[in-house]
């Protein structure tokens, strides 16, 4: 009550327009406070790291996998009966049962220009990932964001409903999204830390200056994990127990290579 109201001001750089619904547009906005961006909202402060990113004369691009249940309406049981193979990953006949919803959602993702480019059922029964073009970040977390408030609005519209949730069913694989990041000069078309350093980092093609950013990575992964998991539910996927396929698909340690999945 001490404090002035919160407003949110919309970015109209940044409105998409409905795809199923083309009379209404969906704006994200910054949050300001007595005349001031506040400095805790996500959006700003993504936007002041790709100024300081700008001045280095860098460009940080990302691309994500989002991850998500299709469930009942009351969201007790995953929506598929039929959905019980003990491996379910890259079931096609699982795809197709669900065919309706991932296809409008493609096609919405498409007539945005998107570029979707994979639709796949993924690990756990039930569960699906969708991916389209990497963008520059700003874009890409404007994206990820329309997308989940998309998925939500397909699957009510099917008579399911869709989480996003870390670890929505004991004993199945839980919800990632993994993020693809790629730094390049201001053009964005030259990759910024392309190149052959010493060591591991040289041996994959990365710069000297591509390895103190994976080194950077590494130093604050514990910090950051408060930002990249921010809810309890996201702790009962880490260190989660064995899961019916075999695997969570979950990190717990911070580590690299050329090609690590563990």
Not at 66 to 89: H, N, Q, V, Y
Request: hydrophobic share 40%.
């Amino acid at each position: 009550p001490a404090h002035p109201d919160m407003l949110a001001v919309p970015d109209p750089d940044a409105v998409i327009q409905l795809p199923w619904k083309p009379e209404v547009a969906w704006v994200p906005a910054d949050c300001v406070m007595a005349d001031a961006p506040v400095d805790q909202a996500p959006r700003n402060v993504l936007k002041k790291l790709v100024a300081e990113a700008a001045e280095a004369g860098l460009r940080v691009k990302t691309g994500i996998e989002a991850e998500f249940f299709l469930l009942t309406p009351e969201g007790d049981r995953i929506s598929d009966p039929f959905d019980t193979a003990e491996k379910p990953c890259y079931d096609q006949q699982a795809v197709m049962r669900r065919f309706d919803v991932i296809a409008e959602i493609c096609d919405y993702m498409l007539e945005l220009g998107w570029g979707p480019y994979q639709n796949d059922h993924e690990d756990a029964n039930g569960q699906f990932e969708m991916n389209w073009e990497f963008d520059d970040a700003l874009v890409t977390a404007d994206q990820h964001s329309f997308f989940k408030f998309m998925v939500k609005s397909v699957a009510e519209k099917h008579g399911l409903r869709a989480t996003f949730v870390p670890k929505p069913i004991e004993g199945l694989t839980g919800n990632g999204c993994h993020a693809h990041i790629s730094v390049w000069d201001l053009d964005g078309k030259t990759n910024a830390f392309a190149g052959d350093a010493g060591g591991q980092v040289g041996e994959v093609g990365l710069s000297e200056q591509g390895g103190y950013f994976l080194g950077g990575i590494m130093k604050h992964a514990e910090a950051l994990a408060a930002i990249t998991n921010p809810t309890v539910n996201s702790y009962k996927r880490i260190n989660a127990p064995r899961t019916m396929s075999g695997a969570t698909w979950a990190p717990n340690t911070v580590t690299w290579s050329g090609n690590n999945r563990t």
